[in-house]
């Protein structure tokens, strides 16, 4: 099984909703990741986490708050987000950080309205 | 701070040509990754690439790492309209921060039946 399975696959969301976006994978990777990428841009990082603790966090908004409950899955809780924000959120695992090949999920298109 | 620079950024093809996709990065590093993403999805491994002077074959596509001129090479050999797609390089930070990827712009290849 070499899958990271991302739900929910499309998301609308008005700017005082809170949602999750949800990430897991069953490949016993112990490093993984949120990315975000709009339109015709290369994917930007947002979170790292390693061994289920978060190891990077690139200056992300705290409207966006990522939780990993164990070492399969990985949350992104949202909050007030803005219409700009609308993007392809993208999860993924690798064995360890570092040098390792990243699997991707399918992503969540996220709009927000 | 960590550049990665793709060209071209967009490449249209005939059939059967071959050509090359480069990618430059600005700092020290023995890692670099190529995916392929095709429109509205996630990103697919393609090669990862972890030492000086490797090259890796997968059907049409060859890939190649030169960490002393820090530059890697996409290359594609009689193209087919199947590998229409965007294809990203990525290369690792350097030791002290080797948990994040730096991603390319992406070079958008079309490839006309």
């Known amino acids: 099984d070499t899958e990271v399975t991302q739900t929910p696959k499309h998301l609308v969301m008005g700017m005082t909703n809170k949602k999750s976006l949800k990430c897991e994978q069953h490949m016993g990777h112990r490093a993984m990741y949120w990315y975000k990428q709009k339109a015709k841009k290369p994917p930007e990082l947002m979170f790292v986490?390693?061994?289920?603790?978060?190891?990077i966090n690139e200056s992300v908004p705290s409207r966006f708050s990522p939780e990993c409950p164990n070492s399969s899955l990985l949350n992104l809780h949202l909050h007030a987000l803005q219409p700009e924000d609308s993007a392809l959120y993208l999860c993924a695992s690798s064995r360890e950080t570092g040098g390792i090949e990243a699997f991707f999920g399918q992503g969540t298109r996220l709009t927000v309205v | 701070e960590l550049k990665v620079e793709q060209n071209p950024l967009f490449l249209s093809m005939q059939e059967g040509k071959n050509y090359t996709i480069y990618c430059n990065y600005s700092?020290?590093?023995?890692?670099l990754y190529w995916y392929r993403q095709d429109p509205g999805k996630s990103l697919e491994s393609l090669f990862v690439?972890?030492?000086?002077?490797a090259v890796k074959q997968e059907g049409r596509l060859m890939a190649s790492l030169d960490t002393k001129a820090r530059l890697s090479t996409l290359h594609i050999t009689a193209a087919v309209h199947d590998l229409s797609a965007t294809y990203f390089c990525a290369v690792d930070m350097p030791p002290n921060r080797d948990d994040k990827i730096i991603f390319g712009k992406g070079t958008r290849l079309h490839i006309l039946p």
């Open positions: 690439l972890l030492s000086n002077g």
């Open positions: 700092t020290t590093s023995d890692r």
């Open positions: 986490y390693s061994y289920e603790k978060l190891s």
